[in-house]
Every structure is written in C-alpha cells, then in structure tokens.
C-alpha cells in the first residue's frame, strides 16, 4: 500500500451500487435511494437502493430457492472450499480498491481499515473454507446393538445484518461460516456503510458462488432490517450492533418464526492497569490505542481505564501525552492514526456525552471542522465514577475514562459493574493475579498484558447485555448448523 495509489482511488467515481438478488444486480423495487455522505468531509459520495418489505422478500425467496434446490449445499465439500478460495482471492486482487472504498464510506483511517477490512474478510473466508472438509459429525457411545449418530446440517436460510464500523470483517465473520456450512445468506449491512459488502458479494459470484446464495440488500433498519428479522423464511438471524436493536431483533423472531437469533451487540471494556504493571509506557500505548483507534468506533474499545491509584497521576500523565499526540483527520492518509466519527448525527451524540464532564485531561472537541467532515480529538476524562452515566453506558466514540482503584477487589468491583461484558485488559506481571483476574471478570475476551489482536482461532463474543452469539472459530459453525440425530437398530 503506498499513498499515491490511495490518493489516485480517493476521488474515483463510484458506479451505481446494486443488491445482489438471485445472482441479479438489482435497485430497489420503488427507485427509492439514500445518499451516501462521506465522514471525511461531509459530501455526498453515492445513493444506495433503498430496500423495501418486497425486496427484502424476493431476497429471501431466492435463498430459499437455493437452499431447497441444493445448488450449495448438495455440492462436495471440496467444490464448496474451492468456491470460498477463489473469493478470497478475489478480495485480495481488489483488497486496496475495497479498503479505500470502505474508508470513504465509514471514515476508518486507512492504516486500521487495510488490515481490518478486506485482509481480515480474507482470513475469515480462507479459515472456513479451510474447515469445510474437516469438521466432522460424531459418532455416539451407544450399545452393540444401536448406533447413534449426530449429523451437521445447514439450517437454511442465514440472515446477517451487520453494523457500519467494520462492515466487511463483521459481515465475513457471518457469511463465511454460514456459507462453509451449506446454508444460503441474505446480508443486510448498515445503511452507513454498504458499499464494500456490496462488492464483496459481487466478487462472491464472479468467484462461482450459484445465483441466489448469498444475497444483498440495503437500505434502513426499521425497513429492510426489520422484514428480514421478522420474515417466516429466516431461519437463523446473525446480527452484530446496538443493544437496543438486539432487543428489536428478539421480539421480531418471538412474534415471528422463532428463528434462531445470535446477537454480538457493545461494550464497555475495562482496560485494568496494576501498579505491578512492568513496562508503564507499553501498557500506556495499549491503554490509547484500545479506544483511540477508529475514533473509538469498536465494540471492544477498552473505554474505561481502571488504574491503582498508586500509579494514576503517573499513568494518567502517560497517556494524556500519547493521545494529544495522536494523528487524527484525513482518514484516506496513511500516516492518520485516528479517523472521523461515522456521521455527523454520530459525533454531535458524542460531543453531547462530552458537555458537562469535568476533568477533561485532553481532547473534547471537534476538530478539523473545516473540512466538513467530522472529527473528534481523543479525549481523557478522569475523575469518573462508577455512578457516572460515562461510566456506564457505551459511547462508541474517541473517550476514554478514568477512575482510580485501591487493590484487587476494587478492581474486579469497578471492572463488573455494568451490564455489558466483550472484552476487557489486565496490566500486570503477577501470574497469580493474572489467573485470578480473568477468572473473575466477566467478559467473552480478556486479555493480559495486551489488548486486541485476537484471531480467527478464538471466538468473540459478550458475557450478559454484550450478546449470545460468537463469531469466529469453529465454533460459530455451530450456529449455522442443526444437529441431526439418526438412531439405528441393527
Ligand atoms: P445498530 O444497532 O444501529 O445497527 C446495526 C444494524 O442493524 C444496521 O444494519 C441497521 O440497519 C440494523 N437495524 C437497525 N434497526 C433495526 C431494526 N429495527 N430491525 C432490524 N435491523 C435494524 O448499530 P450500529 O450503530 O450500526 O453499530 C454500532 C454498535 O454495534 C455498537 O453498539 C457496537 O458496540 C456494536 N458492535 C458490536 C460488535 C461485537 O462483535 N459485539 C462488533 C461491532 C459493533
């Protein structure tokens, strides 16, 4: 990647996004659009179709027709590995061309959404096309006179509908396990941020992928979101965003067909520093690059530092430092370390949060606003307490809180008391502690001594309000399968 072959695709027109239904590129059936306004510098760059109840039908219809004819799933399991291949490849031959289009769409600065994007799409596709031919059904312990076995079959028909933040990571993170599993997907991304999944899939049927298996549709939540999780023809509904719309999502499939409903919703993540923390300045860089990266628009940002107090002016120092220093603007330059807010609804929500917080370390305002586009400076708020709204609920933006903690108890206290649980950090060098910690913190991710980075090997997902899927591993194949039971007498 170098900046000349960014800066030449940075303004290259955008052809007229289409749904993929059926294996057809499709408007929606009104000629309804919305515009697509870059997080950059305010403009509009594209219109997307504006998906109705009837699209989002027709979307589903086609699945079911691909899935009942067995066009995929009746295919050999190396047929179906090829098919993925080829895709991931595909992807990668267009991987800058996607990530420049992505970040022109989401505002995610270059040098994050590279790797994070179309590589990490890449590697999703490649893990479970690799796991085709190797995950097995079981053979039970029964008697000599019975055999019992448990068989894997596809569910069916696989909705996924993703967030704007990282939409080719999080809709491969659906798409491919369900896909290596047989099933036939309707993806619906975020209305924020279409315009790479839309290729994405695009790329899937130049690859070899039968018409009507993975299928796209864009438009609103409330509209096209909505028919999808209510539709009878769903059978499993994969979704990653808000908590709030995990709800929705719950009471679409009650007062529906009681689809099988996965949700990976936010976080609150506490980044946890131990005054036995060896090597302050690394776990410093951590601390800033955990929320900073991506404005802080990450479901496991690590949002609220919790620092013994007999480090904290030191530490608080530290990363005051670092995150004043951070590069934030253009997010198409490669050397940016910290991009734009989604929309500019987005950041006026999060300045918003900002008004009234005292102890403002660094940060709290918009900047760049010049460019008209909508940029926010990495800001530290200290001081905060847990009976602070900050404190609290999740803010998806450039903000990091501080609050002090005394010893080990305390910092469990502090690290639990919310009611979400993704991710979180512990600082220390005391293997005791270390082991006593992540037994003790309620989160689907911890991590010691590091933050971030997990791979395909490991899975994803939320403890309490943070969700009930897991994305990743093998053991999101278990989502997108059903298990059959045959009970044989010989
Ligand atoms: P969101 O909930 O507003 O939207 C997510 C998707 O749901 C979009 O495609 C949207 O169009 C759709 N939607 C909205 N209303 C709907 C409805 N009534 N019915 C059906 N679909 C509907 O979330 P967002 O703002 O796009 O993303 C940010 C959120 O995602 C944050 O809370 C973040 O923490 C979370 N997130 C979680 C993870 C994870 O792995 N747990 C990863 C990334 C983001």
């Not at 031919?133 to 076995?149: F, R, S």
């Not at 951070?326 to 734009?340: E, F, I, Y």
């Not at 609920?393 to 469990?412: R, S």
């Not at 980075?453 to 278990?478: E, M, R």
């Amino acid at each position: 990647m170098h900046q000349s072959q960014i800066d030449q695709l940075r303004d290259a027109p955008i052809e007229t996004p289409m749904m993929i239904i059926g294996g057809q590129p499709v408007l929606a059936i009104s000629g309804k659009t919305l515009p697509v306004i870059s997080p950059i510098d305010g403009q509009e760059i594209a219109q997307i179709p504006d998906a109705g109840t009837g699209d989002v039908d027709l979307a589903v219809a086609a699945a079911r027709r691909s899935f009942e004819g067995a066009i995929w799933a009746g295919l050999a399991p190396a047929a179906r590995k090829s098919v993925l291949l080829k895709w991931a490849d595909l992807i990668e031959v267009n991987a800058l061309e996607l990530a420049v289009l992505g970040v022109r769409d989401n505002g995610t600065e270059i040098s994050m959404a590279y790797k994070a994007e179309p590589f990490s799409a890449i590697g999703t596709i490649r893990y479970y096309a690799e796991a085709i031919d190797k995950v097995y059904g079981e053979v039970a312990p029964t008697g000599p006179d019975t055999l019992g076995m448990i068989l894997r079959e596809p569910v069916g028909v696989v909705a996924a509908i993703v967030p704007w933040n990282f939409p080719m990571m999080i809709a491969a993170w659906k798409i491919a396990p369900a896909l290596a599993s047989g099933n036939s997907v309707v993806v619906k991304p975020s209305e924020m941020a279409s315009l790479t999944v839309m290729r994405m899939v695009a790329l899937a049927l130049e690859a070899g992928l039968p018409d009507g298996v993975l299928n796209v549709v864009t438009g609103t939540g409330a509209v096209a979101g909505q028919a999808l999780a209510r539709s009878m023809d769903v059978d499993a509904l994969a979704f990653t965003g808000s908590g709030g719309v995990g709800r929705q999502l719950m009471e679409y499939a009650a007062q529906s067909n009681l689809k099988r409903v996965f949700l990976e919703l936010g976080g609150k993540s506490p980044h946890i520093v131990f005054d036995d923390c060896a090597d302050l300045d690394k776990a410093a860089t951590a601390v800033v690059n955990g929320i900073f990266r991506n404005a802080g628009q990450v479901c496991i940002a690590g949002s609220r530092l919790i620092v013994q107090r007999s480090i904290h002016d030191v530490f608080v120092k530290k990363i005051t430092k670092l995150a004043a220093k951070m590069r934030v603007g253009d997010p198409l330059n490669m050397t940016t370390q910290v991009g734009a807010l989604n929309s500019e609804l987005h950041m006026q929500r999060v300045l918003d949060v900002i008004t009234g917080a005292h102890s403002i370390e660094t940060g709290g305002e918009r900047i760049h606003a010049d460019t008209g586009g909508f940029y926010i400076a990495p800001t530290i708020i200290s001081g905060v307490t847990e009976d602070d709204l900050l404190f609290k609920e999740e803010i998806f933006g450039p903000i990091l809180t501080v609050t002090a903690f005394d010893d080990e108890a305390d910092a469990i206290r502090l690290a639990n008391n919310t009611e979400l649980g993704l991710a979180a950090g512990v600082w220390t060098d005391n293997l005791s502690r270390a082991h006593r910690m992540v037994a003790a913190v309620r989160a689907g991710v911890v991590h010691v001594n590091t933050f971030g980075g997990a791979d395909n090997t490991v899975p994803l997902g939320g403890y309490k309000q943070s969700g009930n899927g897991q994305d990743k591993s093998l053991l999101a194949i278990d989502k997108f399968t059903n298990r059959k039971t045959v009970w044989i007498k010989l």
